[in-house]
């Protein structure tokens, strides 16, 4: 469907939260449009978009939505939990587009740089925007995460470039058509749709095929190495970068790998290697990337970490553990995770390896499983995962609620020799805001 977004007045948002249709939402704003949208919780999102002037209503409905709206732009999760309301919504004789439609769109006709994997998409978008804006190009970004300077998703440049994060669930991604595609990495993952690896594979491989120019791939990823060489354009391997990477402020092999990739671009782009460089070293991060969130009066550093998917999970654990080895004196710390796995069948598919995947943890606390877009699976649990780790380590305890798990930290009476990381795509990090007073 073909949609004339200048002549739109009035749009509503289900789902409006969601850190990719925010962004959208956002943009609306910008352009002068009137937002409304509903979501089932409040959030930090939720109520910038308002302050932004969006007129936001709790809950999921056809009542909440306006009788006088020219378009609606619904969250993809409502295909998978709530296809009727999705069925009821398609029977109000409006224009209707989920988020990655609604995303092809607003890229249409740029020159797009897509950034897809299963791992480091967000941190790889970040850096390759920020390399853009300080080297004056003037792009315009949509990233799965906030911006630290700007606090916000979405950037709104002046000029074609267009910098975006591109997610694989349900094969989202293919509603883009991009000049340049990153490929970070392909594993395993969102089995709750996709079939097993050779049916992501082959999801990743339609989108080489509909990218206009450029394929950037990890060369050290078995996965996607296979497919470069079907692109029949040009590749680019981004590992051959990694020797120009500079000292970075955010730890860890993999931002580094993420670096790499950023150069890649940079270069392809005819950047100078010393604004790209200069870029790189001076990036701190993103929200819930490993992110730094305070001390408290006792000591205790506090970080937040979005990884759910236990490569993620090693990644941030050894990132932690190169500012604070085991064997410095000086800097050791015992590192306690709070941990709330996402998805029954991203639990079950990857059970040992959500096992094994917490060695650099002294301790493991585990809340119950996230769900989101599923149905509950009692045949797996936190307590099932924590009884499987509990083999090869005895610190690790399942809660079967917040409030219980928010009782047990306070007992633990932390101090200055220990980090405290709520960890998952979930809502752990409410834990940490409740138990701990953060300066």
Not at 1 to 18: N, Q
Not at 139 to 164: A, E, M, R
Not at 201 to 213: D, G, L, P, V
Not at 214 to 222: E, L, Q, S
Request: net charge positive; charged share 25%; aromatic share 8%.
């Amino acid at each position: 469907m073909e949609i004339d977004l200048k002549k739109i007045k009035k749009v509503f948002f289900v789902g409006i939260g969601g850190i990719g249709i925010s962004a959208i939402a956002r943009l609306m704003l910008l352009e002068g449009k009137s937002v409304f949208g509903s979501d089932l919780s409040e959030s930090v999102i939720i109520r910038d978009l308002s302050k932004s002037g969006a007129k936001i209503k709790l809950g999921q409905g056809i009542e909440l939505i306006p009788k006088d709206i020219d378009l609606l732009i619904y969250s993809t999760a409502i295909e998978k939990y709530d296809g009727v309301f999705l069925k009821k919504i398609g029977k109000l004789g409006i224009p209707i587009f989920s988020y990655p439609q609604m995303l092809g769109l607003v890229t249409k006709g740029k020159h797009t740089i897509a950034v897809s994997g299963t791992h480091g998409k967000t941190t790889t978008t970040a850096m390759i925007a920020k390399i853009l804006i300080e080297a004056k190009l003037d792009p315009s970004v949509i990233v799965g995460s906030l911006l630290p300077k700007s606090k916000s998703n979405l950037v709104v440049g002046q000029s074609d470039f267009f910098v975006v994060e591109a997610c694989e669930y349900n094969r989202a991604f293919l509603n883009i058509k991009p000049e340049i595609l990153v490929i970070t990495n392909i594993e395993a993952d969102h089995l709750d749709y996709y079939k097993d690896i050779a049916d992501i594979k082959n999801a990743f491989e339609q989108f080489m095929s509909q990218t206009e120019n450029i394929v950037v791939y990890n060369g050290k990823d078995i996965n996607t190495i296979a497919l470069a060489p079907r692109y029949k354009k040009k590749v680019v391997d981004y590992t051959k970068y990694l020797e120009k990477v500079p000292k970075l402020s955010v730890p860890g092999v993999h931002n580094r790998m993420n670096a790499a990739a950023a150069l890649a671009v940079a270069d392809i782009l005819n950047i100078k290697e010393g604004i790209a460089k200069k870029s790189l070293a001076e990036f701190s991060g993103t929200w819930r990337r490993l992110e730094k969130k305070g001390k408290t009066k006792e000591g205790v550093i506090i970080y937040d970490d979005y990884a759910h998917h236990p490569t993620e999970i090693k990644a941030s654990l050894q990132a932690l553990r190169e500012l604070y080895p085991k064997g410095d004196k000086q800097n050791a710390k015992k590192i306690t995770v709070l941990f709330q796995p996402h998805l029954y069948s991203r639990t079950k598919a990857l059970f040992a390896d959500f096992v094994k995947s917490f060695k650099e943890a002294d301790r493991v606390l585990l809340l119950p499983i996230y769900f989101a877009r599923e149905d509950i699976d009692e045949s797996i649990s936190s307590e099932k995962l924590a009884m499987t780790m509990c083999l090869e380590s005895d610190a690790v305890q399942a809660f079967p609620d917040f409030k219980s798990a928010e009782e047990a930290i306070t007992g633990l009476k932390l101090g200055s020799q220990d980090i405290f990381v709520t960890m998952g795509a979930g809502e752990a990090y409410k834990v940490a805001e409740k138990v701990f007073k953060i300066t």
